[in-house]
């Protein structure tokens, strides 16, 4: 059976709880959530997931790959992690530390992504996600681990080659970045056929919002494309049809965006 999945952006215990609230009321099919580490946030990915937990049966944190110090980091007896961070970015911290905050918090999957590097920052030396999800399946053997994949980054055929080194390490699927052209995900479902997969679809109702998906990303619209909440709609259905016929799963990245009306009266969720 598929099932679909709502990002959250973890603002605060508050916002979080009211958007929780929300889905809740609003979209009581949704049984999933997925939510980001964001540096200029305090809460961090994990405690947020602990609190989701309390209203929804999933909830998948992000870990930067980054952010993590697989040659020590921070320790045990350090400062603690879910406070404001200095400057807006996370301390490093080690392996073992974040496997106590998952143990902790009860949560058994997980979605790897690289993180940002700070501009003014060197890139070199920092943790990889295919170093993170390989130390995470072994430190964590019973973890559902997800990795990013994006079809926007390079070829389809280097794209697909790091996807499959990321599930040599350890992986057990993928949360693709959106796709606003079914016709181009077509193309990728027939790449990762028989792979799990998160589809990933997000309203673009801004032209701000457009820039930064085909300008940051690399994305490309397809030519009927209309920045209206008619037209995310109609693609969030057509995306969903897409779904049930294939079995597929979908996440959905409102960004700043009310969920609800995207997905109101379209479906049920999973």
């Known amino acids: 059976m598929n099932t679909h999945s709502i990002e959250l952006v973890p603002r605060s215990e508050a916002s979080l709880q009211a958007d929780l609230n929300r889905i809740r009321e609003c979209l009581p099919g949704f049984g999933t959530v997925n939510i980001p580490d964001l540096t200029r946030f305090p809460l961090r990915s994990w405690e947020a997931c602990q ?3 309390g209203q929804v049966s999933r909830a998948i944190p992000h870990l930067r790959a980054m952010d993590v110090d697989l040659l020590g980091g921070q320790s045990l007896g350090g400062q603690s992690l879910g406070g404001q961070r200095p400057g807006g970015q996370s301390a490093p911290l080690s392996l073992e530390l974040l496997k106590q905050h998952l143990v902790l918090a009860e949560l058994d999957e997980v979605i790897v992504v690289q ?3 700070p501009d003014g920052c060197a890139a070199g030396g920092v943790t990889t996600t295919v170093e993170l999800i390989r130390a995470l399946r072994q430190a964590l053997p019973q973890l559902t681990i997800y990795a990013a994949l994006d079809p926007y980054r390079a070829s389809p055929a280097r794209e697909c ?3 499959q080194e990321k599930r040599q390490a350890g992986a057990d699927g993928f949360f693709t970045q959106p796709f606003f052209d079914l016709r181009y995900q077509d193309v990728w479902a027939d790449l ?3 792979e799990r997969v998160y589809w990933g679809v ?20 397809p030519r009927d494309f209309e920045p209206t909440l008619a037209w995310n709609r109609c693609y969030a259905e057509r995306a969903l049809a897409w779904a049930d016929e294939r079995n597929a799963s979908l996440y959905f990245m409102p960004l700043r965006v009310d969920v609800v009306e995207i997905l109101g009266g379209l479906t049920e969720g999973g």
């Open 115 to 117: 993180g940002d590097t």
């Open 202 to 221: 997000s309203p673009v109702l801004a032209a701000s919002t457009r820039r930064y998906w085909e300008q940051r990303n690399r994305a490309f619209l």
């Open 192 to 194: 990762l056929a028989g």
């Open 161 to 163: 080659a790091y996807a």
């Open 51 to 53: 609190l989701a937990r």
